[in-house]
């Protein structure tokens, strides 16, 4: 039986012909591996790669094809424990180690690889398996449920309430809502979920609705047929396809504009994509988690997100509480941070002075966890000795703690950040909600973009369309 591989005239479609009585294209045999996969020339740059190192790695087909694999996996066994460094052998040891994937995530992965000879025995090139670690990482959730979850730690009431369901709806296939304000954890919860359901050893892919425009957006989700649109030099599989059999985590879906939500509920309902200028759909098996930090009741009474999205979104709902409500969790995670930050720098502090401590749970953290560990992190990067002083705290932690003992002395009520400006919120329209919280963040912030976007969870760039779409530059 002839057997050969062919590129078509474009280049782009390998075809295993001779096995079946049509020729059939090598990269939809690829993409059955459950395992990521690349097929590699002679020089390591990559040939061919399946979808499930794809969904790993960010890259796709076209922008990984002819780069070297270590510009593509980005882990730090490359230089130095690369399997195919041991030299013309034809089995190579596994090698466990972590990849950088284009999201900055770091992935545990196990990495092994195989020769392909030709027909005449010659080495033509390889192939490697990579296999994604994360869900082997997953703890035993019924032993330690009850102080943390994954990477969600705490032991106040209002965590512990989550922490109970967490594990009932991580069995399911349902849809899950999370909100919460910004730095609560949302990001933590997601990926906890998927690691903790039966779908952990698929991809888990997220996509921020509010980083691109709809447009882009569009192609990324669903993905694109070649010549669908101006630049579409070739077809693109979206991350719906690219999760299939594991989950997609949606993150500020109340950014996602009216018309993807429209799309976005016939997916819901059907586990049907259709691809930008295809007209044939692809089933998928993915299970959606959204998160959003906007009162969405308020967008539908606005018109502003479709109330028939919110109820299908809406199946399975977890409210984050901010940490200011969070009784005793400042200071358990507090010990945590310090403990690892301090590890991770090679310092070797011991805790946190009575003052400035004192002065780190009175704060009211707008910024959630995220700010508690930027603050640990500012202290760990200052502190010189073995104890964590007032000197080593942001200079805006150092003021807010200086003026609500001068209150205390003075009895009289201290105007709060974000936290008040939040409380206050019935009446407003969100526009006014997000304009406040823009502008107090910056005065927290002391004018520093970069820190105010830190505060509010934002990218800097989010940070600034929105000043500039609400003229407040």
């Not at 192939?127 to 997953?138: A, F, G, N, T, W």
Request: glycine residues 8%; contains cysteine; hydrophobic residues 40%.
């Amino acid at each position: 039986m002839e057997q050969k591989n062919t590129l078509d005239s474009a280049g782009e479609t390998v075809m295993v012909r001779g096995l079946f009585p049509a020729g059939v294209p090598f990269g939809g045999i690829l993409d059955e591996i459950p395992l990521g996969a690349a097929v590699m020339d002679l020089k390591r740059r990559v040939v061919l790669m399946n979808r499930a190192l794809t969904a790993l790695t960010g890259y796709d087909q076209a922008e990984a094809r002819g780069i070297h694999c270590s510009n593509i996996l980005r882990s730090s066994m490359c230089l130095q424990q690369c399997p195919l460094n041991g030299g013309d052998c034809n089995e190579y040891a596994f090698v466990q180690s972590n990849i950088i994937n284009r999201s900055r995530e770091r992935i545990p992965v196990r990495i092994s690889a195989s020769p392909i000879h030709d027909l005449e025995g010659r080495r033509a090139g390889y192939l490697s398996l990579v296999e994604d670690l994360r869900s082997q990482e997953k703890m035993d959730w019924k032993s330690s449920h009850s102080t943390n979850f994954g990477s969600l730690i705490g032991r106040s009431p209002q965590i512990e309430k989550i922490f109970s369901i967490l594990p009932m709806v991580a069995q399911t296939d349902s849809s899950i809502l999370i909100t919460g304000e910004s730095g609560t954890g949302k990001d933590v919860v997601a990926e906890a979920i998927h690691l903790a359901s039966d779908r952990a050893k698929g991809p888990f892919i997220k996509v921020n609705c509010a980083a691109l425009p709809e447009t882009l957006l569009e192609s990324e989700l669903f993905g694109h047929q070649k010549g669908a649109f101006t630049g579409a030099a070739e077809n693109k599989p979206g991350r719906f396809k690219l999760a299939h059999n594991g989950t997609v985590f949606l993150t500020e879906v109340g950014d996602l504009p009216m018309g993807l939500q429209s799309k976005l509920l016939t997916f819901l309902d059907d586990k049907v994509i259709f691809p930008l200028g295809s007209t044939k759909g692809v089933k998928v098996n993915v299970r959606i988690i959204a998160a959003t930090l906007r009162p969405l009741e308020q967008m539908v009474r606005e018109g502003l997100f479709r109330s028939d999205l919110l109820f299908r979104l809406n199946v399975v709902r977890l409210h984050l509480p901010p940490l200011r409500e969070r009784e005793g969790d400042i200071r358990l995670l507090m010990d945590q941070m310090l403990s690892t930050i301090s590890r991770q720098f090679r310092k070797n502090i011991r805790g946190v002075s009575e003052d400035a401590l004192s002065m780190l749970l009175n704060h009211d953290y707008p910024g959630n966890i995220r700010e508690l560990k930027n603050i640990v992190e500012y202290a760990v990067n200052v502190c010189q000795s073995d104890m964590v002083q007032v000197s080593h705290l942001p200079e805006y932690v150092f003021e807010d703690g200086l003026r609500q003992k001068q209150a205390a002395k003075l009895s009289i009520p201290v105007p709060s950040s974000l936290g008040q400006a939040r409380s206050d919120s019935r009446g407003c329209t969100w526009v006014d909600m997000e304009k406040k919280m823009i502008l107090e963040a910056l005065v927290a912030a002391k004018g520093k973009k970069s820190k105010a976007a830190d505060i509010l969870g934002w990218g800097r760039s989010t940070l600034w369309r929105k000043m500039k779409k609400f003229g407040l530059e």
